[in-house]
């Protein structure tokens, strides 16, 4: 058992995302809509050091089992995670995470001047290109910092 | 035409390019057969900012294929004003009409309008993204009077804001063009832009001189550099004085060279260019009217 699996206890059932990158924890959490308040129990490591990516972070979520399509919003923020779905503290499933074609109502378009940025009935939609996101609206790409255009409570 | 809408030029292919521009070839060849086309069809006219060219080569173009327009007016004496939403607005006004004509200040717009409508959206504008109907006059110009293969162009001028350039750059890439981008460098293609064209394999250059590919091209297309999108009066006249052209700019330019412009100009084209072979920007904006009203009658009739 490697030193950062002791700072988080294993879980029963639920779900693991580990190798999540440094810091976007709290924003993994966020793209999830898990803020504690459906009762689940939720641990995290922060910044934990991490052979493939110098640090990392985990989230342990119990009682929930991710599905494909929220674990494909992942990708986003944190390509290089891997998902366990665990049942009775044993790995049950491993999902991978694969960029989706498009996102609905995660990120805010940068671009003040788009529609969806207007008092309109819209929610906001992003195409999945190469090396970013693309506002299916306006057109308008983000590369650099996708976390920053996260558009959740 | 086999799409709903018309939102933006990189829906277009070779095909549905051609099939307009063929139309609208017939139509100004023989007007009097296309009087009745769309008799008792009504287009809506909905322009949340100002137009002339635009919003008038579409009431004629609907007119003359015997079809009316209503018009929602300015933004001023409508229901905007008291804040109604556009989404709100179209789910109306296409109760009043067979298709909705909308221009718009934000980008994006006719895009979500298509979503709230089933009546044919067409994008007369919206922000700095598409302007795809004037790309389709452009097209039609270019055939006209330098054929759309083997064509080298250079567009000049705001190409960052210029939606009428984001969507003839999207357009051409369907046809044998060499494009040369030629702007100031805080006026730049945006982003988005450049990336389609990449992603389409477009040749592509960018300039800041036009010297410097002037006496390649087939086709001048020249384009307005607003004064608001500088911070100071000063370096507004700097920057535009180097994107306006006269006789004395063509002198290195070939004799079939084409001058275009989405007009209206302020002074990026010399008045004394308009007698001479090169300036062709006139009969661009009287192309409008027989490339709308094919446009308008392939959408309403789905062909």
Do not use: W
């Amino acid at each position: 058992m490697s030193e950062h699996e002791l700072r988080v206890s294993k879980i029963r059932n639920g779900t693991v995302i580990d190798h999540v990158s440094g810091g976007q924890a709290l924003n993994v959490l966020a793209i999830l809509g898990i803020d504690g308040e459906a009762g689940e129990s939720v641990s995290l490591g922060i910044n934990v050091p991490s052979d493939r990516l110098g640090k990392k972070d985990i989230v342990k979520v119990e009682d929930r089992e991710l599905s494909q399509s929220e674990v494909d919003v992942l990708s986003l923020i944190a390509p290089e995670a891997t998902i366990n779905i665990v049942r009775d503290y044993e790995v049950a499933d491993k999902l991978r995470v694969e960029r989706p074609d498009f996102v609905t109502g995660v990120l805010s378009c940068p671009n003040r001047n788009c529609i969806t940025q207007a008092n309109e009935p819209v929610v906001s939609k992003f195409d999945v290109v190469d090396d970013g996101v693309r506002c299916t609206y306006c057109s308008t790409i983000v590369r650099e910092d996708i976390a920053d255009h996260l558009d959740v409570d | 035409m086999r799409h709903d809408h018309l939102i933006s030029a990189n829906q277009l292919t070779r095909e549905d390019i051609e099939a307009v521009l063929d139309r609208a070839a017939d139509i100004a060849e023989n007007p009097a057969a296309f009087r009745e086309q769309q008799a008792g069809s009504v287009l809506a006219l909905c322009f949340f900012e100002p137009s002339t060219r635009t919003k008038m080569s579409f009431d004629t173009a609907m007119k003359r294929l015997g079809g009316d327009t209503t018009d929602m007016g300015s933004v001023e004496s409508s229901s905007v004003k008291k804040g109604e939403s556009l989404a709100d607005t179209v789910r109306v006004i296409q109760g009043y009409a067979d298709a909705i004509v909308l221009r718009h200040p934000s980008e994006g717009a006719a895009k979500m309008a298509s979503e709230f409508a089933d009546v044919p959206i067409v994008n007369a504008g919206d922000g700095a993204g598409q302007h795809p109907s004037q790309t389709l006059l452009d097209l039609f110009t270019i055939r006209e009077n330098a054929g759309l293969d083997d064509l080298t162009i250079g567009i000049m001028g705001d190409l960052k804001y210029g939606r009428t350039v984001h969507s003839l750059a999207s357009a051409l890439t369907n046809f044998d063009a060499r494009q040369h981008f030629i702007s100031p460098e805080s006026l730049r293609l945006p982003r988005s832009v450049r990336f389609d064209l990449h992603e389409e394999g477009a040749q592509v250059r960018e300039h800041t001189d036009l010297d410097e590919v002037l006496s390649e091209l087939d086709v001048l297309y020249v384009t307005r550099i607003q004064r608001e999108r500088f911070p100071d009066e000063n370096e507004y006249h700097k920057v535009a004085g180097e994107y306006q052209i006269d006789l004395d700019t063509l002198d290195a330019a070939s004799d079939d060279l084409t001058v275009m412009h989405p007009l209206p100009r302020v002074d990026e084209i010399a008045p004394e260019i308009d007698e001479t072979a090169y300036a062709t920007y006139f009969e661009q904006a009287h192309n409008g009217v027989p490339v709308r009203m094919a446009l308008l009658d392939s959408l309403l009739t789905h062909e």
